[in-house]
């Protein structure tokens, strides 16, 4: 488990590393000067937070359906939510900082940037749900119908957001700056997609061992409980 | 398992009849927000009846959280919802039931809330039938997802402050879509309300379907 996690970690870094040395030397352009380096990050980001949420979506089933139901697969889900809440947060962070010289502003009502703010808010409820105490399996049965019925209104967000900028005004920016750029910058965003994958998987990794443990360690203390009245019950009958 | 919903709408509506809660506190409540809207945005220049549709239907969503909260706190008096489980009601039937019972009671308050956006607001009515049809796709989408997430949440210590937080960011959806559909109705635009009807459509198709797939299993949880 440990070697997973540390050539993992270490391959997550390298990459990362080598994605924002890569990053920081792209070359400035005519039309977004240097702000175009936000390319290295923060698409991957916006990929990362994606996958995150299907990631949890496809565990929240797997938990679902009685033949694969394991509790792995709530941790699974737990950890990949988390994580994908902190890449949605970064993804719109580097957005506005890299919209803010581009656009002029902090924030545009553009159908991308309406729905991810949407999906944060949605698994920031999911991740408010999760903390709630109680009996485990309960609690990742509940956990697994929220999470799926989170999923079902992306795509349907996903339209919404898109007529509303779309029948009104006309799509009013393309995010898409690709198509007049050369090879260097593609190839660093796409070497940026692996380092948030990796960096991704190994958080997730770090987070699933967290919910692990943290199982463990209620199990282990409601032993303890049990093992402590016995006791008690035990002395209390040999004084009588 | 329409009987059974029959039955629980019914059981619903009795309660709310006598108790009163819906038309002496959520009513009056959805009333005063729209009133709020006039103090915050200034009235004198036309942004009120500009902005009616969706001062509208924010005004709904927020009583249709009461809505729900109310539906799922008759059951936990008196361990209500023990009897729910052991009466041998279809669980399918209780989640049309309660949904449907919450439909009903907000879609008189619509009717309340559009005579008061009419004479308050000075937004004149057009397009009654694409209205009305909104607002019956628009209802039965925030019911459906409200009884889920209710049931959801019933049972909770938390669930007066996780039920907003889990609820609103999946009916945005609704609120966007009924907005635009109510706004191109009263401009005499109706072919632009149609596809916003039809989304209406199918998260209400989507919603009351997956609760009656899910509503037993969590009831039985709650």
């Not at chain 1, 902090?106 to 749900?129: E, H, I, P, S």
């Not at chain 1, 948030?196 to 061992?209: C, D, I, P, S």
């Not at chain 1, 943290?214 to 303890?224: C, I, K, P, R």
């Amino acid at each position: 488990m440990n070697a997973t996690s540390r050539l993992l970690g270490g391959a997550a870094l390298i990459s990362l590393v080598t994605t924002v040395v890569l990053g920081l030397g792209l070359p400035p352009t005519v039309e977004q000067g240097q702000y175009v380096k936000f390319i290295a990050i923060h698409p991957p980001l916006a990929w990362a937070a994606y996958l995150s949420f299907g990631v949890t979506a496809v565990a929240s089933i797997l938990y679902l359906v009685p033949r694969t139901r394991h509790r792995r697969w709530d941790h699974i889900a737990g950890a990949s939510a988390e994580v994908g809440v902190v890449f949605t947060a970064l993804t719109l962070v580097t957005g506005s900082i890299w919209g803010r010289p581009t656009w002029g502003v902090w924030w545009v009502w553009d159908a991308r940037l309406t729905l991810t703010a949407l999906m944060l808010f949605l698994f920031l409820g999911y991740l408010a749900l999760r903390r709630v105490a109680g009996d485990p399996d309960t609690r990742a049965r509940r956990s697994a119908v929220a999470a799926i019925l989170a999923v079902l209104v992306v795509p349907i967000d996903h339209f919404a957001v898109q007529w509303w900028r779309t029948l009104h005004q006309g799509q009013s920016l393309t995010m898409t700056p690709q198509k007049n750029l050369d090879g260097n910058y593609i190839a660093v965003m796409l070497l940026g997609f692996l380092a948030m994958t990796l960096v991704y998987a190994w958080l997730t990794l770090q987070r699933y061992w967290v919910e692990e443990l943290e199982d463990e360690v209620g199990d282990q203390g409601l032993q303890n409980a049990l093992a402590e009245r016995r006791a008690e019950a035990g002395a209390g009958a040999g004084v009588r | 398992m329409l009987r059974d919903a029959a039955l629980v709408a019914g059981k619903d509506l009795r309660i709310e009849a006598r108790s009163r809660v819906a038309s002496n506190q959520v009513a009056p409540f959805a009333v005063l927000v729209l009133l709020l809207f006039a103090f915050a945005l200034d009235p004198d220049r036309g942004v009120l009846a500009r902005t009616a549709p969706g001062l509208f239907w924010v005004a709904v969503l927020f009583s249709g959280l009461l809505a729900v909260q109310r539906s799922f706190s008759l059951e936990s008096a008196d361990n209500a919802r023990d009897g729910l489980r052991l009466s041998g009601l279809d669980p399918a039937g209780i989640f049309l039931g309660k949904a449907g019972a919450i439909v009903v009671q907000m879609l008189a308050l619509e009717v309340i809330l559009a005579g008061f956006v009419t004479l308050m607001y000075g937004r004149h009515l057009h397009g009654p039938a694409i209205l009305i049809i909104t607002c019956v796709a628009a209802t039965a989408g925030m019911a459906a997802s409200g009884t889920l997430y209710g049931v959801l949440a019933a049972g909770l210590r938390v669930r007066e402050t996780l039920l907003p937080l889990l609820l609103l960011p999946v009916v945005a959806p609704v609120l966007l879509a009924a907005t635009r559909a109510s706004e191109s109705a009263l401009d005499g635009a109706g072919s632009e309300a149609w596809p916003w009807v039809r989304l209406l459509g199918v998260f209400a198709v989507i919603y009351v379907t997956f609760g009656i797939l899910a509503f037993g299993p969590l009831l039985e949880e709650a």
